[in-house]
């Protein structure tokens, strides 16, 4: 009767040896899956300053050219994003990245986490607009 003990408690021990290293796969998983979006992010960014940066170039050529013709319209000036845009974008994926590794149900916890985060970086960002716009009227 010892023996079948000793011998249900090594498959049990062995059982959740097994479980812990795909418990903890799984979490290497998820980590670098969050690492592999960020570093999509990050590309689309590049891609995104380049463009920009080509269209920059192009408008700079174009008003010039531009200027240089008798009685020509000049180009509209391209709009920035406001604090308030990039806070929200910036705290919408710390949010989701976060509520992802925090909460037990990544997709929920990435959902809510994308909320809270945007509406904290909103909130962020709608402060800083209002004081950059009372230094732009006090320097006035």
């Known amino acids: ?8 408690d090594k498959q049990e ?72 845009a990039k806070g929200a974008l910036v705290g919408a994926g710390t949010g989701a990245i976060t509520g992802a590794i925090v909460n037990k149900k990544h997709v929920e916890g990435a959902l809510i986490g994308t909320v809270i985060g945007a509406g904290v970086g909103a909130g962020t960002g709608a402060i800083v607009d209002h004081s950059v716009k009372k230094k732009r009227q006090q320097q006035q």
């Open 13 to 84: 021990a062995l059982l959740k040896s097994q479980q812990k290293t795909i418990d903890s796969m799984r979490v290497v998983m998820e980590k670098q899956a969050i690492i592999d979006s960020m570093n999509a992010l990050q590309a689309q960014r590049k891609e995104a300053e380049k463009w920009e940066d080509l269209e920059k170039n192009e408008a700079t050529n174009h008003t010039q050219a531009v200027a240089s013709a008798p009685a020509a319209a000049s180009a509209p000036a391209k709009k920035k994003w406001s604090h308030t």
């Open 1 to 8: 009767m010892v023996a079948c003990n000793t011998q249900s």
